[in-house]
């Protein structure tokens, strides 16, 4: 496709159940990064991949949080055991390389309840 | 720690005036300037960027003023328009870093016709 595609656009899980959220980035974007937006604030940082190496997870807030990117292109962020301080948009960006625009994906909503 | 600090929270401008937006950053190791534009419900998208190299940038109806000394940018957009109500987030990253954005906490702009 033409841009950054995510799925599924909204989630709900209920509290304790694992989630798992999938991200198509550009074809040929070697970078790809995910991102935490809670309401009414701006993205955080989750974590980084070039290719399919993932070269910072800093920003994963929890070792509930996982993300891969096996064969450099797709990539899942898996959430265990969800919380309700987990509920937020999740943003996916990919870009062709470093300090290059990013491109934002719609995000997936997802709701603890 | 928030390492790019945004003001206003919200702005209101009438039809055909200047939507101002400020941010202020304290790594002096950030080399790339982006705003972003979100529409709700939408992932944030590239508005205009720029690098410390210059102290101005402009496109279109959009400039960004960057003063280096004072570690401080910010977006002008000339002759606001309805459609440009959304919500602005400024960001920086560093190159070393692979491009990880850090966002500023966002601007919810409403233009009144």
């Known amino acids: 496709g033409a841009g950054v595609s995510q799925s599924p656009r909204y989630k709900v899980a209920k509290r304790g159940q694992d989630v798992a959220l999938r991200c198509d980035p550009i074809?040929?974007?070697?970078?790809l990064f995910w991102y935490q937006q809670a309401l009414g604030q701006g993205p955080e940082f989750l974590t980084y991949f070039q290719n399919e190496a993932q070269l910072d997870k800093s920003g994963l807030p929890s070792d509930r949080f996982f993300a891969e990117r096996p064969e450099g292109s797709v990539s899942t962020l898996k959430i265990q055991r969800t919380q309700q301080e987990d509920s937020a948009v999740y943003l996916c960006?990919?870009?062709?390389?470093?300090?290059?625009?990013?491109?934002f994906g719609q995000g997936t909503r997802l709701t603890v309840v | 720690q928030q390492q790019v600090k945004q003001s206003p929270q919200s702005l209101i401008v009438q039809k055909g005036g200047i939507s101002i937006i400020n941010c202020a950053y304290e790594?002096?190791?950030?080399?790339?300037f982006p705003w972003y534009q979100q529409f709700p419900g939408k992932g944030p998208a590239l508005l205009i960027a720029?690098?410390?190299?210059?102290s101005e940038k402009k496109e279109g109806r959009f400039t960004i003023s960057f003063n280096k000394s004072a570690k401080q940018f910010s977006l002008h957009i000339m002759d606001s328009q309805p459609g440009d109500s959304a919500t602005y987030f400024c960001a920086a990253s560093m190159t070393y870093t692979g491009n990880q954005f850090y966002f500023g906490t966002g601007t919810s702009l409403t233009v009144i016709p």
């Open positions: 790594n002096t190791a950030f080399d790339y």
């Open positions: 720029i690098r410390p190299d210059v």
């Open positions: 074809s040929g974007h070697v970078s």
């Open positions: 960006a990919s870009s062709s390389g470093s300090n290059t625009e990013a491109f």
